[in-house]
C-alpha cells in the first residue's frame, strides 16, 4: 500500500480525534466553571447556614426574654389592679375644683371697654362641655351630674331649626334637673324661626324656662315674631333676686309692644316688671318695655352699670323711675325712642349719675339733656351720638362743655354745617372752661355738610383741617388740653365735602409732633 493511501485512510480518524479533543476542552472549560460556581454557591450557603445559625440562637434568646418581660408585665398588671387609681386617690372637692376650672375656661371674656349689649350667638362648645367631662370616666361621670354649676348654660336657636325638636326639651329639663338650684345663664335666639304661635315646640321649652326664672343670673333673648303678648311677658313680673344680666329684643317691625302697653292701661293693677332684682349689673331691652318700674319711692339698684334702651313708651315716667335707681350706671345707651321720652322726664326732677364713663345717645336726647350734663356726664370719656334729619350746629358740641373728660367723640347720621366745627376748634385760654380739654379720638358717620359750609371756603373739610390744626399744631401755651391724635371719616357721606387734599392734611397734622 503506497504512502498516499494510507494518509488518506487515516484523515478521517484524525478529524475525529480533533474534534473529540475540541469538546473535550469545551467540557473541560465548563467543569471548571462549574466548579467555580459550586465553590462560590457553597461559600454562600456556609454563610448562610452561619447566619441561620445565629438566627436560631438570636430567637431563642428573645424568646427567654419575652417570657419573662410577659411574666413581669402580668405581675405589674395584677399590681395595678389591687392598687387604687391616682384619679380615684384625688379628694372629690378637687376633682369638683377641676370639673368647674374646665367650664369656666369656656366663659367668653368681653373684648372690649365697653362689650355689645347684643344677645349673643348660641355657643355650642360651651353648652356641651358638661357632657364631654361626663364622659371622661366613671367617676366624673358621677361627681359632674351630682355638681350643679356645671350646668348652669343653656343655649339655643329656634327649634324650628333642629332637626330633633322634642330632643330640646329633654336637653332643657336635663340641665334643668342637674343644675338643682343654682344660678342659670340662657341664651335664646329665635329671632329667625317661625312665628312663636306656629312653632308648636317653642312654647313648652319657654315655659320650663320661665318655671326657674328666680334662677336665672343672665338670660339673653332675642325674640321671635308673635311672642310679645301680655300672657307670655308675665314671666318678667316674678322676683328674678339672682338676675344680674337681661338682655331682650323684639323685633323693630312688630307693633305687638303697642297693643301690650295699650292693654296694661286699662288693667285695674297694671304689670310691674323685674319687681325684685337686687342684683341687676345690665340691662338691655329693644322694642320691648321691659325694665323695673313703678319701683317704690327710695329704691336703689346699686349694681346697675350698664343701660341700653330702646322703647315704646308714650310716657317718661318709667325711664325716669330706671335712671332715678340707678346712680351708679357707668353706660347708657338710649335710642331715639327713648330719648324723646326722657326729654319730658328731665322736668321731673334732678339726675345724679356721676359715674357714667360712655353715653350712647341721639342727639335729640343729648340736647334734652343739656341743662344735666354737669350732673351726669363729667366723667364720661366716650360719646356716640347721631341724629337722623338733624343739623348739628355749634350750640351741638358747645352744649358738651360739661364732659371735661371726653376722650372719644363719635358723631353720625345727621347734617353738619361750619359752626360745628368752628366751635369744635374754639379753645380760647380767656375761658373758665375749655370745650372739650381732653378730647383725642373724633369719628364722623355719615354726615353730608349742608350747602353753605359746602359753598364756603371750600365746604366742611377746611372747618374739619382748621378745627384739627387748632387741636394739634395750635394748642395754647398752657398744660392740661390733650392733643387731638386721631380722626376718622366716612367715605360715604363725607366725600361729599372732605377731599383727599383735606385728608392729606389732616394726616400731616395728626403726624406732626411739633406742638
Not at 362689650?115 to 367617676?139: G, K, N, Q, T, Y
Amino acid at each position: 500500500m503506497s504512502y498516499a493511501s494510507s494518509h488518506m485512510s487515516a484523515e478521517p480518524e484524525i478529524c475525529s480525534l480533533n474534534h473529540d479533543e475540541a469538546q473535550l476542552r469545551v467540557i473541560q472549560a465548563a467543569i471548571e466553571e462549574i466548579d467555580q460556581f459550586r465553590a462560590t454557591d457553597h461559600r454562600v450557603m456556609m454563610e448562610v447556614v452561619a447566619r441561620l445559625a445565629r438566627h436560631d440562637a438570636n430567637h431563642t434568646q428573645l424568646q427567654e426574654h419575652e417570657s419573662k418581660l410577659k411574666a413581669r408585665i402580668r405581675v405589674r398588671q395584677s399590681q395595678l389592679c389591687t392598687q387604687p387609681k391616682l384619679m380615684d386617690t384625688l379628694p372629690v372637692e378637687l376633682v369638683q375644683s377641676i370639673l368647674l376650672h374646665c367650664i369656666h375656661s369656656y366663659s367668653t371674656e368681653p373684648s372690649s371697654e365697653w362689650p355689645s349689649f347684643c344677645v349673643m350667638e348660641p355657643d355650642w362648645v360651651r353648652a356641651a362641655a358638661p357632657f364631654h367631662l361626663a364622659a371622661v370616666c366613671s367617676r366624673w361621670r358621677t361627681l359632674a351630674t351630682a355638681t350643679a354649676p356645671l350646668w348652669h348654660f343653656i343655649t339655643m336657636r329656634s327649634p324650628t331649626h333642629h332637626s330633633n325638636p322634642e330632643a330640646l326639651l329633654n336637653y332643657v329639663t336635663l340641665v334643668l334637673k342637674r343644675s338643682a338650684s343654682g344660678p342659670l345663664d340662657i341664651v335664646l335666639s329665635w329671632r329667625s324661626g317661625q312665628h312663636y304661635t306656629c312653632c308648636v315646640h317653642a312654647p313648652p321649652i319657654f315655659t320650663a324656662l320661665s318655671e326657674h326664672s328666680s334662677r336665672w343670673r343672665s338670660f339673653e333673648f332675642n325674640m321671635p315674631t308673635g311672642f310679645v303678648s301680655l300672657e307670655n311677658l308675665a314671666v318678667f313680673q316674678r322676683p328674678t333676686r339672682m338676675l344680674q344680666t337681661l338682655r331682650l329684643s323684639a323685633p323693630g317691625f312688630d307693633s305687638a309692644m303697642k297693643v301690650v302697653e295699650h292693654r296694661e292701661k286699662t288693667l285695674s293693677f297694671p304689670p310691674q316688671y323685674l319687681p325684685v332684682s337686687p342684683q341687676l349689673v345690665e340691662l338691655s331691652s329693644d322694642f320691648v318695655n321691659i325694665l323695673p318700674y313703678r319701683l317704690p319711692p327710695g329704691t336703689c339698684l346699686p349694681h346697675l352699670t350698664r343701660i341700653s334702651l330702646t322703647v315704646w313708651w308714650s310716657t317718661p315716667g318709667p325711664i325716669w323711675d330706671l335712671l332715678r335707681a340707678a346712680p351708679n350706671l357707668q353706660q347708657l345707651n338710649l335710642r331715639p325712642s327713648a330719648c324723646h321720652a326722657l326729654a319730658g322726664a328731665l322736668e321731673v326732677g334732678q339726675l345724679h349719675m356721676s359715674f357714667i364713663r360712655h353715653m350712647s345717645i341721639c342727639l335729640h336726647g343729648l340736647l334734652a339733656l343739656a341743662r344735666h350734663l354737669p350732673m351726669i356726664a363729667t366723667n364720661v370719656v366716650q360719646l356716640d351720638t347721631s341724629s337722623l334729619h338733624f343739623t348739628a350746629d355749634g350750640q351741638v358740641i358747645r352744649s358738651l362743655r360739661p364732659l371735661i373728660r371726653l376722650r372719644k367723640l363719635s358723631i353720625g347720621a345727621c347734617t353738619l354745617t361750619r359752626g360745628f366745627f368752628d366751635a369744635l376748634a374754639d379753645l380760647d385760654p380767656t375761658m373758665a372752661d375749655l370745650l372739650l380739654p381732653n378730647l383725642q379720638e373724633f369719628k364722623l358717620g355719615y354726615c353730608p355738610a349742608d350747602e353753605e359750609s359746602r359753598a364756603e371756603f371750600g365746604g366742611g373739610g377746611d372747618a374739619v383741617v382748621s378745627a384739627v390744626r387748632k387741636r394739634t399744631l395750635e394748642l395754647p401755651a398752657f398744660s392740661g388740653v390733650a392733643r387731638l391724635r386721631k380722626v376718622e371719616i366716612a367715605a360715604i357721606g363725607g366725600s361729599l365735602w372732605f377731599y383727599p387734599r383735606h385728608k392729606a392734611e389732616v394726616e400731616t397734622l395728626l403726624s406732626s409732633e411739633d406742638v
